[in-house]
């Protein structure tokens, strides 16, 4: 829960630059304060809201939006059928606001292949959403020349797991949302 302000510590560095690897070369450093004890008075309001941090190489945009009432969904993805590697891109996205929080993306990400018991390596697995909101996962494979999507609803819950399987293009896969409190 938040009731006071959050402080957001920048540092933002490159490592690569069109290929070519540079020595941690400074891009974006501040700190950006989000007021958390203005929000507890206010009615809720669904939408994103955007910190601007200026500094000498770049503008950095902190997008964000308050959530009441949150749990955590740790999302595993999990292939039981079809190709080892995944081609393709999975996001997540509530019921009460239209905001694609990429999950994984192997254009952006790599070939990032399935482990031994065929768990999906995601570059971010946890989503926070309100107990009275629906998480929506879509999965859309890339095959060939052709792209697969897959839209699938979990309802919240202050503890437990759901899992579904469903099937996108060649791919069997099972979805599961394990949930936990963040604060009550």
Known sequence: MVCDGVFFEIDLKVKDVNGRRVKDERLSKGLM????IM???????H????????????ILDLSYIFVRSAVEGTVEVRILDGPAAF???IYAFTANLRCDIMLHDNKVNGMLTAGDKGVVQMARSVVGVSVNDELLLTVAAALGGDEFSVCTKFTPKRHSYDEEEITCGN??????????????
């Open 33 to 36: 304060e989000v007021d958390g």
């Open 39 to 45: 929000r507890l008075a206010f009615p809720i309001i």
């Open 47 to 58: 939408e994103v809201e955007t910190e601007t941090l200026v500094s000498m190489h770049s």
């Open 87 to 89: 081609h393709g891109k």
């Open 171 to 184: 791919y069997k896969i099972l979805l599961k949302v394990t949930w936990s409190m963040v604060y009550f």
